[in-house]
């Protein structure tokens, strides 16, 4: 009998015990998470289904195709994006003015060299930012290196020759994006390194794991060098680079030949084209969601950045498809000059701090439109975890990554202590077959890839807009 009273006192003890616990339905979530799933599968309903995103992405691609800061072409793109916000129904759409760099291309760059008696044609784009070479071009030795530290080591050996860069990417980094951020110093800041120790020009092996004939062009940066050390500066294809390489041990003393028509001109003025959806409970709190407008001149900007641009515009589309009103102000904003200078994003910034607007998170999509992996995180630690809670509401949807990490270029300069940043993740190991190149246009984009990438985006909106606020210490 003691044995059985002993039974019924520990199973009222469990009772008392659960009914402070979540209570859960029969697929193990909590009756809030059960509504939480039903309306993001909603959302990935209407993205496979009525989604335009795709759409939007062809028309800007092929319709003005790339977008440099300061080009005509960028200067469409305005038109073209304050028009498809305000027909997607935003409640009010605004165009931001920023001046922009802007820099040109000029003519066709040329790169040659000869050795063994055989001429070779390299494959060259010059890097944005570059100064031109002289008319009659450069004809140098070349000494090649690994690393800006071996350049710098050199030091006055340099001195009349052309500085090779050659680093690849690690390969064995399953994330592309660290294998890039592993090499592109060399980018950046060869021309600064190679100039200070008299260098005539720089060469650099392009910012791909791919092994092909497609340079990839990207911002570099004399930083505070003297004008009269500036030294024009290209990147040459992968494999004209392993090229190069396997001729140079053969023939240390060969002569490359390169020349390039580019120039920097005044600033040129531009906009942010921003957009949103007031909230319906606390409006003063505002949630950007965005990618950058602007693209490089060699192909149409489609993976850099068009497919952020459309996904980011497509979280809005959906919300108001499926009557979602959202508590809180979601601010759709497509970035101008991500790609040489971030011009849009500071000016962005400098106005929300002297409105004194209230941001309390924001997402964003600069990592291409392949099939979605996930979100990094820049956030404190409890907005991490709560974020990080949500996973297995996405992991249905292969939303399987949610780490810390960077947000994107276009928003980190809202971080705060209590601004909550999200990078959209893809996966990436297609991305730097396309990234800069002539190669980034529409027919690279899957509709299906792209269209799971706004439901992704939308449902971490959602998601982030019911439940962030009340994770934080921000106050209205």
């Not at 009998?1 to 019924?8: G, H, N, R, V, Y």
């Not at 890039?180 to 092996?205: E, H, M, P, S, W």
Request: hydrophobic residues 35%; neutral net charge; aromatic residues 8%.
């Amino acid at each position: 009998m003691k044995k059985f009273l002993s039974l019924i006192a520990l199973s009222l003890y469990l009772v008392s015990c659960n009914t402070n616990q979540p209570k859960l339905t029969k697929t193990g979530l909590t009756k809030e998470e059960k509504i939480d799933s039903t309306n993001i599968k909603t959302l990935f309903n209407s993205a496979l289904t009525q989604g335009r995103s795709y759409e939007w992405l062809r028309d800007l691609t092929q319709n003005i195709g790339g977008r440099l800061s300061g080009s005509p072409e960028a200067a469409k793109a305005v038109i073209w994006g304050e028009k498809l916000m305000q027909e997607v129904g935003l409640d009010s759409v605004w165009l931001q003015p920023v001046m922009v760099p802007h820099w040109i291309r000029g003519e066709k760059e040329i790169a040659t060299y000869t050795t063994n008696g055989t001429q070779k044609n390299v494959p060259i784009y010059a890097l944005g930012f570059s100064i031109p070479t002289p008319n009659t071009g450069i004809l140098a030795e070349v000494i090649e290196v690994k690393s800006i530290a071996e350049a710098e080591a050199l030091g006055e050996k340099v001195k009349g020759k052309i500085v090779f860069f050659n680093r690849p990417f690690d390969d064995t980094l399953i994330n592309t994006f660290s294998a890039y951020g592993g090499c592109v110093d060399q980018r950046v800041n060869g021309a600064k390194v190679g100039g200070l120790y008299g260098a005539k020009g720089v060469i650099v092996r392009s910012m791909t794991n791919s092994i092909d004939d497609y340079p990839h062009t990207g911002t570099m940066s004399y930083a505070d060098l003297p004008v009269e050390k500036h030294i024009p500066a290209a990147a040459i294809s992968s494999k004209a680079a392993n090229i190069l390489s396997d001729d140079l041990k053969k023939d240390p003393n060969l002569k490359f030949y390169f020349k390039q028509s580019c120039k920097t001109l005044p600033d040129a003025p531009s906009f942010n084209v921003v957009g949103e959806i007031k909230g319906a409970e606390t409006p003063e709190n505002i949630f950007v969601v965005g990618g950058h407008l602007d693209s490089w001149d060699l192909g149409e900007g489609a993976h850099d950045d068009g497919t952020g641009v459309v996904q980011s515009l497509e979280v809005a589309y959906l919300f108001k498809k499926n009557n979602i009103k959202p508590k809180n102000t979601i601010r759709i904003v497509f970035f101008m000059n991500e790609e040489n200078g971030t011009r849009g994003a500071k000016k962005y910034a400098e106005l929300a701090k002297l409105n004194k607007e209230n941001h309390i998170g924001g997402l964003e999509s600069d990592a291409g439109g392949h099939t979605p992996r996930g979100f990094s995180i820049d956030a404190n630690t409890a907005n991490t975890k709560l974020l990080q809670s949500w996973k297995k509401l996405l992991a249905p949807y292969g939303l399987h990554d949610l780490d810390k990490g960077g947000s994107g270029a276009d928003i980190s300069p809202l971080k705060a202590e209590n601004v909550t940043l999200v990078g959209y993740r893809p996966d990436s190991q297609r991305y730097f077959d396309y990234h800069h190149t002539s190669r980034d246009t529409f027919d690279k984009v899957n509709k299906r890839e792209l269209e799971l990438g706004s439901a992704s985006m939308a449902s971490l909106v959602y998601l982030m807009d019911k439940y962030l606020y009340h994770n934080t210490q921000v106050k209205p």
